[in-house]
């Protein structure tokens, strides 16, 4: 994809192979380092989800009277159940079980988990979790609080994505319409940009439509991640 990016702007804007091969790290680089944001943000966002659904049912445990070492063993069971053994959250509870049974303590574990996840969520739920369990307070009540919050802002979140789902739609298509009127009007009629590939102004005057469509880009996903 990375290279395939590199001979489309390559070829739309300059007509060059030369510049097709200086371009080619940068896709073959950028590309891919671009996708793994866009991948993580989509598996920070899964395993969100995932811990909403986790959070809720230790609290459940906990109101019957489990301990906090059994409300986590039992809940590492109930999610295996139901997202299966490979699921993120799955594998993060068991972990965390099989660090209680070595007799470590339960707030160190959560808060290895938010660090390791980089979820804001997950992280708020441990500094709460802490607290409440060193001031000895209503643990179950607080934690069932907590989880209520997270509820709320996940349920916003999926709201704005609903409401933003044809609008992200328009945003790639218009990405990819530059190129799009540029080769169409190429094959169209032939030679009609000649004067913008081989006279330095028009090669100048490319760079900057090049530019300002990289910026484009950029502002419109800007635009697009709404932020709860």
């Avoid at 073959?28 to 969100?48: D, E, H, S």
């Avoid at 209680?100 to 959560?110: F, G």
């Avoid at 739609?169 to 799009?180: A, K, L, V």
Wanted: hydrophobic share 45%; glycine share 8%; aromatic share 12%.
């Amino acid at each position: 994809m990375g290279a395939a990016l590199a001979g489309l702007v390559a070829y739309t804007f300059y007509h060059s192979f030369s510049l097709f091969l200086f371009l080619l790290p940068f896709g073959l680089i950028g590309l891919p380092l671009y996708r793994r944001k866009a991948l993580l943000k989509k598996r920070q966002w899964r395993l969100t989800l995932q811990f909403k659904e986790a959070a809720g049912i230790l609290s459940s445990f906990l109101g019957a009277g489990y301990s906090v070492e059994n409300a986590f063993f039992a809940t590492e069971r109930e999610l295996e159940n139901l997202y299966g053994k490979k699921a993120m959250i799955t594998e993060e509870f068991l972990y965390i079980s099989g660090q209680l049974r070595l007799h470590k303590p339960v707030e160190a574990l959560l808060l290895e988990l938010s660090e390791r996840s980089g979820i804001e969520d997950i992280r708020n739920f441990t500094e709460v979790f802490s607290i409440a369990k060193r001031s000895g307070g209503e643990l179950c009540s607080i934690i069932d609080h907590t989880v209520t919050v997270i509820r709320e802002k996940l349920s916003v979140m999926e709201e704005i994505n609903n409401l933003t789902a044809a609008r992200r739609f328009e945003q790639r298509i218009m990405n990819f319409m530059p190129f799009g009127i540029i080769l169409y009007v190429e094959l169209s009629s032939s030679g009609f940009f000649d004067v913008m590939y081989q006279t330095l102004l028009g090669r100048c005057i490319m760079t900057v439509c090049l530019a300002a469509y990289i910026g484009a880009c950029v502002l419109s996903e800007r635009i697009m991640d709404i932020r709860v």
